[in-house]
């Protein structure tokens, strides 16, 4: 064997030696890496798990809120119901509602004018309810329908004890 020979052997050696102390500082970097990514995926893991708890008891809460949510609307569609239930009632009367007015002389006092006030159309008949007062001492009694039509009332009678006429 000559000295190149030789000489190129211990290259050669040395090369090897060299290639294997890289590959093993690579594979032990490698290792590292591949612990610290093992630790992540953990992590992650364990993360994505309390997420599911997470999004469970959110998804419970939701349900809780969906249900309170329903009873309002019902609550809301009852106080609308009664809300209204006034303004219901009276627009129903509201066509049954005159006005009077009251020509009236008093004869203890000697004193005569013009009074008004509201009555109530009771039936079909035209018979309406108003209180005494309002007729007491009436000369003319003039009723006026919320269509604007004017009456002449003719008979009344008064209750002095209820205060109704």
Same mark, same amino acid.
């Given at each position: 064997?000559?000295?190149?020979?030789?000489?190129?052997? &211990?290259?050669? +050696?040395?090369?090897?030696?060299?290639? +294997?102390?890289?590959?093993?500082?690579?594979? =032990?970097?490698?290792?590292?890496?591949?612990? #610290?990514?093992?630790?992540?995926?953990? +992590? =992650?893991?364990?993360?994505? +798990?309390?997420?599911?708890?997470?999004? %469970?008891?959110?998804?419970?809460?939701? #349900?809780?809120? %969906?249900? /309170?949510?329903?009873?309002?609307?019902?609550?809301?569609?009852?106080?609308?119901?009664?809300?209204?239930?006034?303004?219901?009632?009276?627009?129903? &009367?509201?066509?049954?509602?005159?006005?009077?007015? &009251?020509?009236?002389?008093?004869?203890? #006092?000697?004193?005569?004018?013009?009074?008004?006030?509201?009555?109530?159309?009771?039936?079909?008949?035209?018979?309406?309810?108003?209180?005494? /007062?309002? &007729?007491?001492?009436? #000369?003319?009694?003039?009723?006026?329908?919320?269509?604007?039509?004017?009456?002449?009332?003719?008979?009344?009678?008064?209750?002095?004890?209820?205060?109704?006429?």
């Amino acid at each position: 064997m000559t000295t190149a020979q030789k000489w190129i052997g &211990v290259l050669l +050696s040395l090369v090897l030696i060299g290639v +294997s102390a890289f590959n093993t500082i690579l594979l =032990l970097d490698q290792k590292d890496q591949l612990q #610290t990514a093992q630790g992540q995926i953990s +992590s =992650l893991q364990s993360q994505l +798990s309390q997420a599911g708890t997470d999004i %469970n008891t959110l998804k419970s809460q939701l #349900t809780a809120v %969906n249900g /309170h949510l329903a009873t309002l609307d019902g609550q809301i569609g009852e106080l609308l119901k009664l809300s209204t239930a006034q303004v219901d009632a009276i627009a129903s &009367v509201m066509a049954s509602v005159v006005y009077i007015e &009251v020509d009236y002389y008093d004869r203890s #006092t000697g004193e005569r004018g013009t009074v008004s006030g509201s009555g109530t159309i009771m039936d079909s008949r035209g018979y309406i309810l108003t209180n005494r /007062h309002v &007729v007491e001492n009436a #000369t003319n009694v003039t009723v006026i329908l919320p269509n604007k039509q004017v009456y002449t009332a003719e008979d009344f009678w008064i209750d002095d004890f209820m205060d109704v006429a």
